[in-house]
């Protein structure tokens, strides 16, 4: 079975400033998806950003990136630039890639929560 | 349109009611899921519909019943819940099992679920 980790339940950072989050992951599939959402106290998960795991490159979606090291699966995400509306509690999260049986689970680690301060 | 909706926002239903939680999508999304998420934890999954089959039931209460009555709508429907089943109850769709490659899930905005 696939678990995932995230060993910070909380991390504050300043205005402006960058700040990583960090996920561990375990799994014995080849391909699979890994995602970052984040839950605000509106409590929608928002789509962060995603990485495929048979792509090499670095998902970066504007001020957020990801540092995708599969052999020592490891996916953490970066926030540059960190803005007020970025405090929320952060997810990441695994699926396998291909359909049907346990593929369409999609594992939760136990969340990060995000401080801004100014 | 690129959203899951989730009604109602808010409910309150006493342990004897019997209420539905209405969950859709006009993504031609063909995997439809309901997970539900206590405070400051993680969703966990509850069903997952493919192609409106019920595909996976991770071992819910009967009192929790799932519909899916075509393939942009998905319900919940509730009886004789206890206390301890209020949470959010988040629905959410991806592509069908049957595509070859999976994508992400997109959430709905959830209901918060309180029983009496």
């Known amino acids: 079975a696939q678990t995932v980790t995230q060993s910070q339940p909380e991390m504050s950072v300043q205005e402006a400033e960058t700040v990583t989050l960090s996920c561990t992951y375990d799994t014995s599939e080849s391909d699979y998806y890994l995602f970052w959402y984040k839950q605000p106290p509106s409590r929608q998960m928002i789509l962060v950003i995603r990485?495929?795991?048979?792509?090499?490159q670095n998902a970066t979606e504007n001020r957020f990136s990801v540092n995708f090291q599969k052999a020592a699966k490891s996916f953490s995400l970066k926030i540059s630039d960190s803005q007020l509306g970025d405090a929320a509690m952060y997810f990441c999260?695994?699926?396998?890639?291909?359909?049907?049986?346990?593929?369409?689970?999609?594992?939760f680690g136990t969340g990060t929560r995000l401080q801004v301060t100014l | 349109d690129t959203e899951v909706t989730q009604t109602p926002k808010h409910l309150v239903m006493g342990m004897t009611n019997k209420k539905s939680l209405k969950c859709e999508q006009h993504m031609g999304h063909r995997a439809m899921y309901w997970y539900k998420q206590k405070a400051k934890k993680p969703p966990e999954l509850m069903f997952v519909y493919s192609y409106e089959k019920l595909s996976i039931n991770e071992s819910v209460p009967s009192r929790f019943s799932p519909e899916c009555p075509n393939s942009s709508l998905l319900n919940l429907h509730l009886h004789a819940l206890q206390p301890e089943d209020s949470a959010l109850y988040l629905c959410?769709?991806?592509?069908?099992?049957?595509?070859?490659?999976?994508?992400?899930?997109?959430f709905g905005s959830g209901t918060r679920l309180t029983v009496v």
């Open positions: 999260a695994y699926r396998g890639a291909l359909g049907g049986g346990t593929a369409s689970k999609l594992t």
């Open positions: 959410a769709s991806s592509q069908g099992f049957r595509d070859r490659r999976l994508g992400g899930y997109t």
């Open positions: 990485q495929e795991a048979y792509k090499q």
